[in-house]
């Protein structure tokens, strides 16, 4: 194995370039993996152009383990995961030919599942698991809920949204999602048992009147053009409830007047337990260091939901290799893609 690999890079003016850089090293707990494909994601083009130059981009993966470097995994197996890229201490970023990741961060891939689609899932999936589990604590899918509460999902055709929509009908749950009309299908085939245009402005009524004013639990995987003060707008009137979002909402939460409707964001990179600020954001560095167990608990169970279809992965784009990713970024910012994720072969 030659010491160099390529890799999507960050430079000066707040873009990136394919360029060579050092394979990295896994120390101890953490694994060496050959990159085949990786998917793409808002936060990666955000990243780019937020993070000082020299910093690896790229977050979801699927390849295989090239140094198992002593953890239970074995040279050769398939596996996917997601990373905080684009950051340092340690080096993370997988819009590459190799990364490294802790061993008990990824998932075996199942022989019936593709590389395109093992990449699509690590960061939207475990963001869904966080907010829906970690956060709402509502029922887990190994103990549904016997009588079905409402549950809202704003943004159901997004990346997060739609395992969001199957976890909580694993859940139990009654699942309410907004998504355009077109997607309407989408959201029915994935589990919801009723959807919303988020286009009529009048859809938070709709949702009361769905949930017979009963809503208490909702998840925001928008969080942007107004979308948290709709759902409030949407929650039982009497008792209140509870919304996270996937973006800082300190604003919002200042001007709620009901004493009774907890607002809180989440982000998902407290996973890996390293003390970070992430601005912002609820929930950050160890304040909560069950967010790496929850994770590694479903990265257990994944592969078996996979190969039983009990869950579905997003529909996946193939778009070139790393010299695409920047021509990728831009149809995301340009609003040229719905309802997919972009992936890219790497080798």
Request: charged share 25%; net charge negative.
């Amino acid at each position: 194995m030659a010491p160099y690999m390529k890799a999507l890079v960050t430079v000066e003016g707040k873009t990136a370039t394919v360029k060579e850089v050092d394979i990295p090293k896994p120390r101890e707990g953490e694994i060496l993996v050959k990159i085949h494909y990786v998917a793409q994601n808002p936060t990666d083009w955000k990243a780019m152009k937020s993070v000082q130059p020299g910093r690896i981009i790229g977050c979801d993966f699927a390849g295989i383990v090239e140094d198992g470097n002593g953890s239970r995994w074995h040279n050769g197996e398939r596996v996917s995961g997601f990373v905080q890229g684009s950051s340092v201490d340690p080096t993370r970023g997988v819009f590459a030919e190799y990364a490294v990741i802790e061993a008990s961060l990824v998932y075996a891939i199942p022989d019936e599942v593709s590389y395109q689609d093992a990449a699509v899932i690590p960061l939207a999936f475990a963001t869904a698991v966080q907010a829906i589990f970690g956060r709402l604590k509502i029922p887990e899918p190994s103990s549904p809920a016997k009588n079905g509460f409402p549950f809202l999902v704003s943004g159901g055709t997004s990346s997060v949204g739609q395992y969001a929509v199957q976890l909580a009908k694993m859940a139990g749950a009654f699942v309410v999602a907004t998504g355009s009309a077109r997607n309407h299908e989408l959201l029915k085939s994935l589990g919801a048992d009723a959807v919303v245009d988020y286009k009529d402005p009048d859809w938070p009524e709709h949702v009361r009147k769905l949930t017979h004013d009963h809503l208490e639990f909702a998840f925001d995987c928008i969080s942007e053009n107004g979308t948290t003060e709709a759902i409030v707008r949407s929650l039982s009137p009497e008792k209140g409830g509870h919304v996270v979002a996937i973006l800082p909402v300190n604003e919002i939460r200042d001007k709620i007047e009901n004493e009774k409707i907890k607002l809180e964001s989440t982000i998902v990179y407290t996973v890996f337990e390293r003390p970070r600020s992430f601005g912002a954001f609820d929930n950050c560095g160890y304040a909560t260091p069950g967010d790496k167990a929850l994770w590694e608990k479903y990265l257990a169970i994944l592969p078996e939901l996979l190969s039983s279809g009990k869950l579905k992965p997003n529909r996946a784009r193939e778009l070139g290799g790393l010299d695409d990713i920047l021509s990728g970024f831009e149809k995301q910012q340009d609003g040229n893609v719905s309802a997919e994720k972009l992936v890219y072969k790497i080798t």
